[in-house]
């Protein structure tokens, strides 16, 4: 797994913010502030008198991802997705479709469907 790589307290600061928003159903904004806020507390924890971190210390906090996606994914938790196309007047629903060779997902220009 990704994470295995990191230092246990960069796992710990990113599994805090998968907690807080997987399980405590907080935002993905508000996961982005705790990831930020715990980069915040290290640094002011871990320099020195004279504002220097050790090479170790500045390798932790390089570590700790910014986004609640990127925590996701190096956890292997990012979960695959698929938008739907709404008609705003019959709630309708369109599945994306490709063109051949593109990865831009395209949807109808206007809604098929004839209710009874």
């Not at 996961?31 to 806020?37: R, S, V, W």
């Not at 599945?95 to 809604?111: D, H, K, M, V």
């Given at each position: 797994m990704p994470v295995d790589r990191h230092s246990p307290v960069a796992q710990l600061a990113m599994f805090i913010a998968i907690v807080c928003t997987v399980i405590m159903g907080l935002s993905r904004q508000m996961?982005?502030?705790?990831?930020?806020?715990i980069n915040l507390t290290l640094r002011w924890a871990f320099k020195d008198p004279q504002e220097n971190l050790t090479e170790c210390q500045s390798s932790i906090l390089k570590q700790i991802a910014t986004t609640v996606e990127t925590?996701?994914?190096k956890f292997n938790l990012d979960g695959k997705t698929t938008v739907?196309?709404?008609?705003?007047?019959?709630?309708?629903?369109?599945?994306?479709?490709?063109?051949?060779?593109?990865?831009?997902?395209?949807?109808?220009?206007?809604?098929s469907n004839r209710p009874l």
């Open positions: 996961g982005n502030l705790i990831l930020n806020l925590v996701l994914s739907f196309a709404t008609c705003p007047e019959c709630h309708c629903t369109y599945a994306p479709f490709f063109q051949l060779g593109s990865n831009t997902s395209s949807y109808p220009a206007t809604c």
